[in-house]
């Protein structure tokens, strides 16, 4: 369907009135991308009636310089470079009535270094164009010349390992439970029990800021109690990611502010604050040498629904340039959202310097990181220690397990369930090394761990029967073995 | 109280069986294996002291074995890691860590507190074994 181009040239192109988005030059099939253009992947679901092209260059037109109607003022302009180009629109495979619409930028239509510029380019207007049933933004290829204007991961998972004292295995976590209600002393006894019993890292939750039933400040002073008397107790570092987010950038500073001057290693921002403000937290922790964890609140509202919105991998990709250090990326086997193969993609994007396109992934770009520092992703939800063999498989060594439920549902109590936890995954990490099948005898390695830890077993008899298995909503439109031509 | 730092605390001290698959994984890996020693544990101490360099170029466990037998020979007193470090680029830096021999009483942390103004408190974590001199803490030889 990638016809020739049917741009109008010269002063027919200028000529007051209306003209299809594909004549006044956004949809080019012979145009080969520039290696410093952004390239933009929509899946474009047309209204019924509307020529996919045409559709697909609309796109193009509205998310650069187009309006519905001819200006004679971009003839003052270098109009042609600053079109943005669409050009390949293919099928969507088992899809009838999408399209996959490949649209190229120039590197001039973006401000260095601000994902509030991108986003308000990308995603800004065109979402709601008319002649559009739904618009979904797959993925986007950065290029090097782009990603370089960013500062990236305050921290990254190199230094959080060094700083944190932590090598070879995923490091441990837990949301304190119940979300809301506890005051600040109840609240840093969870803290406290977590990390003894053997977890490196709790965490407020999204909604935690500061409520009537327990303000910041008391948070933050019980919370530090905790952390350095279970650092005393097990002469490991611990952390506690205390939730800086609050209504003005202003008290979100002061929050951070005071978390370092009790000796914090990490705070913790939610998604909802904004691209802009999660950019000024990460050059605050970069500055003050703190760990920055993104909560990824709200995300599901945009990302989760496969013909419209935005797709989770391309807000990992955004969220590496903006420079937090944490991303919760899903579970796979857990309570939320997350197809293996869609998650495996999104803990790429999050981990590797380089990621080929592999579509089976949903992964549609060559994405180069020029060695901006990697994110480490989080997996939390629904899950525990009875699953360790699948997560460790899933997920691989660089990833924060957080058990909630898993740690402080524990019939024994909060520091049995964390002891549960990490003697499972060190007894897991201990048979991978030795080249043992862990996936398949994982049960049989846990129960052999279990006989010399009550806590683990009574963590394997409550949980055992727990599973979460739904249908996906989001999963890659390409089997492995489709070949597709790039 | 045991001091849980590295990779596999939280299981049964390992046999040496079990530390040779370990370095055996790490070999393969392509990794150098350094072992390292101190009695000063504190959580923020990263600089153990080296039982010579990384063993770089070295292909079977063995010879790790054979160096770590050496040093608890020295130092059976002290605790004992052995940290695998990988130079890829993009990571250079330790990929495995892990303690395989340990003091015979591990007296372990105390916390100071320094009160300051308003609620705010300063904490300090103390090795109850540190106040003595290095070399004579755990009983020293």
């Known amino acids: ?486 | 109280m045991r001091v849980t730092q590295g990779c596999f605390s939280f299981l049964p001290d390992l046999t040496d069986e079990q530390i040779s698959k370990q370095v055996q994984y790490c070999l393969a890996n392509g990794w150098a294996v350094n072992i390292e020693f101190t009695d000063d544990p504190h959580p923020r101490n990263s600089f153990w002291e080296m039982w010579g360099l990384p063993m770089f170029d070295l292909r079977d466990a063995a010879g790790v074995l054979m160096e770590l037998s050496e040093c608890r020979k020295v130092y059976g007193d002290r605790y004992i890691r052995l940290s695998a470090f990988d130079s890829s680029h993009g990571w250079e830096s330790v990929r495995l860590s892990f303690i395989v021999n340990r003091p015979a009483d591990e007296p372990g942390f105390r916390l100071d507190r320094h009160e300051v103004a308003g609620r705010g408190i300063r904490y300090t974590t103390n090795s109850y074994a540190a106040d003595r001199p290095e070399g004579q803490r755990y009983g020293g030889k």
């Open chain 1, 1 to 486: 369907m990638n016809a020739i181009s049917m741009t109008v040239r010269g002063k027919d192109r200028y000529k007051s009135g209306v003209m299809e988005y594909k004549k006044m030059g956004y949809w080019e099939p012979d145009y080969t991308p520039k290696d410093t253009d952004i390239i933009a992947l929509f899946r474009v679901t047309p209204q019924d009636g509307v020529d996919p092209i045409e559709a697909s260059a609309a796109v193009a037109g509205e998310s650069s310089t187009a309006t519905w109607t001819v200006v004679w003022t971009d003839r003052l302009t270098a109009a042609e470079k600053y079109r943005a180009k669409c050009f390949r629109v293919d099928p969507v495979p088992n899809s009838p009535g999408q399209y996959f619409a490949y649209i190229a930028y120039d590197l001039d239509l973006f401000e260095n270094g601000s994902i509030a510029n991108l986003s308000a380019s990308i995603i800004g207007n065109v979402f709601g164009f008319k002649p559009l049933k739904a618009l979904r933004l797959e993925d986007m290829r950065l290029p090097v010349a782009y990603v370089k204007t960013f500062q990236g991961p305050a921290t990254g998972i190199v230094v959080e390992r060094e700083r944190m004292d932590k090598f070879g295995r995923p490091l441990l976590g837990a949301t304190v439970k119940p979300k809301l209600g506890l005051s600040g002393r109840n609240y840093g006894r969870v803290v406290y029990e977590a990390l003894k019993g053997g977890l490196d890292f709790t965490k407020d939750d999204e909604n935690i800021n500061s409520q009537p039933f327990m303000h910041w400040r008391e948070r933050f002073l019980y919370c530090m109690e905790a952390v350095n008397k279970a650092q005393a107790a097990s002469g490991e570092i611990k952390g506690t990611y205390l939730n800086v987010t609050a209504g003005t950038m202003e008290d979100m500073y002061e929050r951070a502010e005071f978390a370092k001057e009790l000796g914090s290693v990490i705070i913790m921002i939610d998604l909802v604050i904004g691209y802009t403000a999660i950019q000024s937290m990460a050059k605050w922790a970069r500055r003050n040498d703190m760990i920055l964890h993104l909560h990824r609140a709200g995300h599901s509202t945009y990302t989760r629904q496969r013909n419209h919105g935005v797709s989770f991998r391309v807000i990992a990709k955004w969220m590496r340039l903006a420079g937090v250090d944490h991303i919760h990326a899903g579970t796979v086997v857990g309570k939320l959202e997350g197809d293996p193969a869609t998650t495996r993609g999104y803990y790429d994007i999050c981990r590797e310097d380089f990621n080929p396109t592999r579509l089976e992934h949903g992964v549609f770009f060559d994405q180069s990181w020029a060695s901006l520092n990697k994110m480490m992703p989080v997996a939390s939800g629904g899950i525990h220690a009875g699953q360790m063999h699948q997560l460790l498989d899933h997920l691989g060594e660089d990833v924060i397990l957080q058990f909630g439920g898993g740690t402080i549902g524990h019939p024994m109590g909060i520091q049995a369930g964390a002891t549960a936890n990490r003697v499972a995954l060190e007894a897991m990490i201990l048979a991978r090394n030795e080249g043992r099948d862990y996936l398949h005898e994982g049960p049989e390695i846990l129960a052999k761990a279990a006989a010399t830890c009550t806590p683990l077993k009574a963590a394997l008899e409550v949980w055992k029967d727990v599973t979460f298995n739904y249908e996906s909503t989001d999963m890659p439109d390409y089997a492995p073995t489709a070949s597709v031509s790039m």
